[in-house]
């Protein structure tokens, strides 16, 4: 029982830093922010922009997302990829629940576990977690 009050505990506060690293973006429309764990260290992060060495403009004149925009997600595994560390068997923390496409490089890139706070207008994406046997869990911070 108190190893799941501590787990609970490390949640939020993990779910808090990936919520003040989504201050990172950008984006006007939404922000949002992930953080890699592994063996409770912080192996990557990221949050939704544009790619490395793009303008930093999210939204087009139209107020609609641009389409190479970047997930949080996509930004922390391709991240930890380039770093050299591996992501298996890690969790991610997420300030909103994967979409379908992120979804897909979570179960890819050997993620065990899914955290997050709010959910997605889709549900598309954590249902192919749960498919893959993704331990998933929405947590309130």
């Known amino acids: ?50 790619p490395s060495g793009f303008e930093n403009i999210c939204e087009d004149e139209n107020d609609n997302t641009k389409p190479y925009v970047l997930h949080a997600e996509a930004n922390a595994i391709t991240k930890v990829a380039k770093s050299g560390n591996s992501s298996n068997g890690a969790t991610l923390y997420v300030t909103s629940s994967p979409c379908l496409e992120c979804s897909k490089l979570i179960i890819q890139a050997g993620i065990k576990r899914v955290v997050f706070t709010e959910s997605y207008r889709l549900e598309d994406g954590i249902n192919l977690l749960k498919r893959a046997n993704i331990e998933i869990k929405q947590v309130d911070i």
């Open 1 to 50: 029982m108190a190893s799941d009050n501590k787990q609970q505990l490390l949640d939020q506060r993990y779910l808090k830093m990936a919520d003040i690293w989504a201050q990172n973006s950008y984006c006007k429309r939404r922000q949002v922010g992930a953080l890699l764990i592994k063996d409770q260290m912080i192996i990557s992060d990221g949050y939704n922009g544009t």
